[in-house]
T-cell receptor, first 112, second 114 residues
């Protein structure tokens, strides 16, 4: 079982729709969870962090965390073409240094 | 968040040579890391750069191939040694303020080995 699993996509949604990105993780000790956006040819950019079960909203983005199910998701409301990118899920680890472990990412395409 | 400057941004190198990548942060940071991102893949951690001591390497990465220095809390280098085409990748420097906090990335170094 992979440590962090994401559907690679591509996930295609029409402009204005809600994009739902999912991530499961294997390390039950993970306490911090991060979502990164990566445009082609660019480095990852942090867009959301979540530490507690439930929802966290920031503008058009909502992160959802369920530690019991080892599941974290990212919702993007009113999707825009500029949201087209790869989204990486990164839970913190419980090993030495609490390093982040990155999923393979989900490619999102927002179509006009 | 800290501003992370990484250079060079890209390079094309001959096989068998070495390239040193520099990472400069505009403030002192506790934790610095080096990642590799191969084409179409996610990020793979190479090592944790430890200030004043030897880096901590992840499984599959060795010091002879990827020597790392970190002389202070704002600067680190990664050398890719004796390069082969399989080393063609993006190399990323990353910082974290504390454990369990978010990571920030430099702009990356796109390396092509011919």
């Amino acid at each position: 079982q992979k440590e962090v699993e994401q559907n690679s996509g591509p996930l295609s949604v029409p402009e204005g729709a809600i994009a739902s990105l999912n991530c499961t993780y294997s390390d039950r000790g993970s306490q911090s969870f991060f979502w990164y956006r990566q445009y082609s040819g660019k480095s990852p950019e942090l867009i959301m962090s979540i530490y507690s079960n439930g929802d966290k909203e920031d503008g058009r983005f909502t992160a959802q965390l369920n530690k019991a199910s080892q599941y974290v998701s990212l919702l993007i409301r009113d999707s825009q073409p500029s949201d087209s990118a790869t989204y990486l899920c990164a839970p913190s680890g419980t090993g030495g240094g609490n390093k982040l472990t990155f999923g393979t990412g989900t490619q999102l395409k927002v179509e006009l | 968040s800290a501003v992370i400057s990484q250079k060079p941004s890209r390079d094309i190198c001959q096989r068998g040579t070495s390239l040193t990548i520099q990472c400069q942060v505009d403030s002192q940071v506790t934790m610095m890391f080096w990642y590799r991102q191969q084409p179409g893949q996610s990020l793979t951690l190479i090592a944790t750069a430890n200030q004043g001591s030897e880096a901590t390497y992840e499984s599959g990465f060795v010091i002879d191939k990827f020597p790392i220095s970190r002389p202070n809390l704002t600067f680190s280098t990664l050398t890719v040694s004796n390069m082969s085409p399989e080393d063609s990748s993006i190399y990323l420097c990353s910082t974290q303020a504390r454990v369990d906090t978010e990571a920030f990335f430099g702009q990356g170094t796109r390396l092509t080995v011919v």
